[in-house]
Nanobody
């Protein structure tokens, strides 16, 4: 069974930094594209950043220059470094990942449970 676990959320003042982690565990043959999403109260979930297995990254315009996504394939973990945080970054941050459990297994999409990020003004 594959699980994704996010960690690193919390309360920070505007201008501060946080680093989120998305760790995949269980039977993992390959961890492919991983995405970080966020959802603020009353708003739709949005893609914040994503990274492919080949380290190609994409970012939402609202976080470019402030957030950096990276991965450690040996640890099956993807990080989201967030700096210069703003109150509008407040949301529940979740990761999803395309994972194959075996060489003959199809790629499946998994979601973590989310971690709260609150930025005070």
């Amino acid at each position: 069974q594959v699980q994704l676990l996010e960690s690193g959320g919390g309360l920070v003042q505007a201008g501060g930094s946080l680093r989120l982690s998305c760790a995949a565990s269980g039977r993992i043959f390959s961890l492919n594209t991983v995405g970080w999403y966020r959802q603020a109260p009353g708003k739709q979930r949005e893609l914040v950043a994503s990274i492919t297995r080949g380290d190609t990254t994409t970012y939402a315009d609202s976080v470019k220059g402030r957030f950096t996504i990276s991965r450690d394939n040996a640890k099956n973990t993807v990080y989201l470094q967030m700096i210069s945080l703003k109150p509008e970054d407040t949301a529940v941050y979740s990761c999803n990942a395309v994972i194959r459990s075996g060489s003959n297994s199809p790629p499946l999409l998994y979601w973590g449970q989310g971690t709260q990020v609150t930025v005070s003004s």
